[in-house]
């Protein structure tokens, strides 16, 4: 077995001949996408993805999110400590994930793994605390006025601390959460540490190895206040280093690279230095991000020499002003600055996977600052993207437009939706018109499954917002003028005559438990009946509220029967929510649904576990095929890839049978 604290430097023959990688090979000119995967839909969302392969809108996936705290053992082959959403049976997905790899590296598609996302980086306590409920003011200081009472005081794990990390909609707890740790106990870690400490151009460098989920943790700063660490301990208790497991997983799963998602803000506000209100620096999480990357870095060329490496940047990352606290402003700017070969391995060169810099979650109200040149002007998504693009330019970082598709998470839509900037396909025109680097190193966007809004009117209502597909085919056509693929479509999921057909588009949260806990892990299983031709006055099935159903599902409510228009969960009742579209009133009995439901509950002292998912779909942008008069008929032979409108309804040719993709086309 390999010594899983070996740090080999050296790199050996053997090592160098691994070539999994993506045929043709992509290059630098990169049209990507993240997959949200989850256990429910994630294998079949997988499967479309890769059973499409040569003609998907894009020629990179990020696989997400694995937790920055996993454990993986070279040869084991096996997902159980590195769980990345996929599984919690068996090998937990491992020969799967690596079969759909191997599939869409052969139609021409690179595929990463990320580590990360925002509930893997953030601590509810001091983010509440000293990101938000500090300043006294702020976009998102509503949540402490309306839990809080006002105070971070009144923040507390009963309320969540406040909702700042996800809201209370979610119904989250604290094993939810996990932040990165340091694993100084381990050679690789070390080999990095003492990088960053003879290279340290801010204040002196002060680790934190005691952050270990399930740990008691003291407030640094009031001195008092102690909270448990979110995450899993079980790295620590086998003594390996998450970030060069990292690299291993990479290399066994055969996978083009590896992405990092940093994303703690929380760490920068409690380690920053300065005093009042600022300005501040964030020298601390500076040595912190340069130091796991410098790990993944070194882990890189010691086991997998062929692997990328990316990042996700916040878009302020690479804005060198002063920084009043709150986000992770100029934390890129300062580790290319003090560690540039850092920034080099990600951003040029063989292993260069990229920085992707996430321009979305923007905001237009200026009563906050939100505005980065300082006017209203030039606020909108274009302008914001151009301003946050031209800082990573000035820095000489070659960086790649981040696009979000759909409902943002910020500004929360339940208080302040007229400030969102969704995006538009005037947007997505001025962004790919008007930012150099879409057509020299291209783009990447939030989520592949994502749903559009496609709530028409109210406060939270985005009409005009574009869907995955058509934004995944104009940012591939902007970066790969002529390719085939960027006709693509992102492919819906399932198949079969079934009303249960899924329709392209969603958005899961991943949740995990930590260490020491007793997790639940619930998979429902819902099955309808068969596409019908419904006589007059006859009802379909009866709606339940147990019951989640896909975009074209038929169910009764109150004498009507309805159609659903997207996925629908159990509070989207019939005639109250968007999801449903009525039919007609009807006064017979339908055969009702079945649901199938299975719990188990496994109770563990070290072992990370994953917890219930959630997910919605919605429909996607298509490519409209003629057809007969009579219109498409489910289960019926056709061409694949095509698609058609027939009565309100968009059908998909899925392999050689059609499928309802979607209704309301």
Known sequence: MINPLALVVAVSAAISSVTALATPAVGDKVAGGYLLLNPTTGPAKLAALADNAATIPVNRIYLSFVAPTMVYVPGSNTLEYADIGY???????????????????????????????????????????????????????????????????????????????????????LNDFIVFPEPDSTPSWKAAQATILAGAKGEAVKWNPQIIGGAQYTDPIDGKTVTTVPGSNYWKTVNRDPYQDFVYLAKDLGLDGIDLDYEEMWHADTFRSGTGMGPFKLDQTVYKYAAMTLDMINSIKAIYPVCKLSTAAGAAGAWSTNWWGGNLKGLWHYTNLWYPDVIKFMSTGANAGGINVMTYDLSKNNNFFECPSGSTADCDLVGQVKFYMNTYAADNIPARVGYEIGQAAYPDPTNDP?????????????????????????????????????APTGPTGQPDNVDATTAAQQICAKILPGAARCSGVIPPIGGGGATTSTAAGSATTKTATSAGTTATTTTITTTTKPATTTAAGDCYAAWSSSTTYNGGAQVSYNSVNYVANWWAGSTDIPGVSGAWKSVAPCGGNGSATTTTKTTTTTTTTTKPVTSTTTTTTTKAATTTATGGSGGPVVGQPCTGGLSQCSAGTMYYCLGSSWIIWYVGC
């Open 87 to 173: 599984s919690s049976t068996g090998d937990h997905g491992f020969a799967a994930v690596k079969a759909a790899v191997a599939k869409l590296q052969a139609g021409g598609v690179e595929v990463f793994l990320s580590m990360g996302g925002w509930n893997y980086n953030c601590y509810p306590y001091f983010y509440a605390k000293y990101s938000i409920a500090y300043f006294g003011t702020g976009p998102n200081y509503w949540k402490i006025t309306k839990y809080g009472g006002g105070s971070a005081a009144g923040c507390t794990a009963a309320n969540m601390w406040c909702y700042v990390c996800e809201p209370e909609s979610e119904g989250t707890t």
């Open 418 to 454: 007229t400030n969102q900037i969704p995006l538009t396909q005037s947007a997505l025109t001025g962004i790919l018109s008007g930012v150099s680097s879409t057509s020299t190193i291209g783009g990447f966007f939030w989520e592949l499954y994502k749903p559009k809004n496609s």
